[in-house]
């Protein structure tokens, strides 16, 4: 019940395309949804978050869309860009915590 | 900006060897986390602190200890390395709601890669 899903484990997207990953959670109780991008070398860092009472945000052109009551959230970056490629966590938290669960990551190439 | 350090980028020890990965951050945290990165298996929760001298489990703590002395420096320790722990470790921290950063943000560290032989 802990557990979040992340599919798919590898994306390779063209230049201008759309890059889409998913997530799904078990838990009810958690209420915080980070995504987090990896460049090689670096540790991750916050791209963007959503919290269950909204079902989309937005970002420039990364969008995270929400769906509660089928437990999934996904990452859509718009207009994909070589820059973009990078490893992609998706997590999930609760307020009590403070922890992270976190999805198991998505290696995203972008094609120029 | 806060900044997450690690003492190493890169280290290799033997097996049955201690070693100690520390982590320092600047920004007055509370929170402080060492994961775990492994191919396939994303990140994994060793241990967390919420204050000094307090601790408690991950999801993955076998083998591990730890220890926050200081407010601003949590140490990963390794009683006796072994080949299986080799991998990437990220050290991470954050503060509670409240305090000027988005809700839970975890700003982490560039990583220590460890080598067990």
């Known amino acids: 019940q802990q557990q979040v899903k992340q599919s798919p484990q590898s994306l390779i997207v063209q230049k201008g395309g759309i890059s889409i990953i998913n997530c799904a959670y078990e838990n009810t109780a958690f209420d915080y949804f980070p995504w987090y991008q990896q460049f090689p070398g670096k540790g991750p860092a916050l791209l963007i978050a959503?919290?269950?009472?909204?079902s989309e945000k937005k970002e420039g052109r990364f969008t995270i869309s929400f769906n509660k009551s089928a437990k999934q959230f996904s990452l859509h970056i718009m207009d994909s860009q070589p820059g973009d490629s990078a490893t992609y966590f998706c997590a999930a938290s609760n307020s009590g915590t403070y922890k992270y669960i976190f999805g198991t990551g998505t290696r995203l190439k972008v094609l120029a | 900006d806060v900044k997450v350090t690690q003492s190493s980028r890169y280290l290799v020890k033997r097996t049955g060897e201690k070693v100690f990965l520390e982590c320092v951050q600047d920004m007055d945290h509370e929170n402080m986390f060492w994961y775990r990165q492994d191919p396939g298996l994303g990140l994994r929760l060793i241990y967390f602190s919420y204050d000094v001298k307090m601790k408690e489990k991950g999801d993955i703590p076998e083998g591990y200890s730890v220890s926050r002395e200081k407010k601003e420096r949590f140490s990963l320790i390794l009683e006796s390395a072994s080949t299986n722990q080799t991998s990437m470790y990220l050290c991470?921290?954050?503060?509670?709601?409240?305090?000027?950063?988005?809700?839970?943000?975890?700003?982490f560290g560039p990583g220590t890669r460890l080598t067990v032989l």
């Open positions: 959503i919290r269950p009472d909204v």
């Open positions: 991470a921290s954050s503060a509670p709601p409240g305090q000027g950063f988005s809700y839970n943000e975890q700003f």
